[in-house]
């Protein structure tokens, strides 16, 4: 642990090593912060100055909206705008794409979702903030949708921020994996987790086993090898499952294992949205040696059609994930 590494101090460290964006993506990490540190604030309190429940309306893609998911959004969409670096972005929140004024030839675009795990925040569970960025077509208006039919090996830095017992930030600029703490006396995100690597292996599955009988009959297969106890001694993976896709993976990246969301009666194309939740999180257990896949094919490759396209995925550990694809495809390891 380097408890005396601050975020800006780190990134700037980062651009001397890797100059290509310097001066530009240390600005829009450190709003990222920034907006973290005020949606921490607003979330730690929420209860008391009435941001909890339901606002009676449905998103973009069709959840319903809670209040801390409309002011998750509009302090993010802020956050970035406020850069000047920003062209356009893509919310869950947001039907349409949303060009910041004035900036509409900057180089960037910002896919993210500002409060991911929404339904967690009336019980004080955990929540968080998936972002991804990509650079902006310069022969595209900001706000062609034909600037976000991009893969994700395009993004040139990638994260989340987990609200939890502690605040924790995790990003990467595609040389490594780091994760910061919120020292909430200081208002500064530490160095906490320094080259985050994912364990090849693990011993526990995140997925919403509620859907098991609607699930193709390998994806069964592949829980019920998973928890049957196997020769040797190895025993059975055990199941957790928080609710929050942030925090079902970053247990998986610390300690192994992996989280999956296969297609099920009600999303037959999966439920999770490629730009925002799938290619941001891919890019982070790729740069930790991890794998993110579609059950058919790497996360990464697949080219969104669309700015809510829903696709499958399984993420973490290599083998863990390279075992889901298996199933996947013939039913047995």
Known sequence: MSSGITLTRHILEQEQRYPKYAGQLSILLNQVA???KILAREISRAALIGKLGLVGERNATGDAQK???IFGNEIMVAAFAETGLVASIVSEELGEIETVPGAENADYLVCMDPLDGSSNTDINGSIGTIFGILPRRKNLSAADPQQYHRTGTEQVI?????YSTSTVLVYSMGHGVYGFTLDRDLGEFLLSHENIRCPARGKIYSANVSHYDEWD?????????????KAGGKGAYSLRYSGALVADFHRCLLEGGLYFYPPDRGHKSGKLRLLYECSPLGFIAEQAGGAASSGQQRILDIQADSIHQRVPLAIGSVEDVSLYDTFVREGRA
Do not use: E, H, S
């Not at 990638?158 to 987990?162: E, H, L, R, V």
């Open 158 to 162: 990638a994260g989340y921020i987990m």
């Open 67 to 69: 209040k801390l998911d």
């Open 217 to 229: 009959t390998n994806i069964r297969y592949f829980v019920d090898d998973l928890t049957r106890p």
């Open 34 to 36: 920034f907006g973290g």
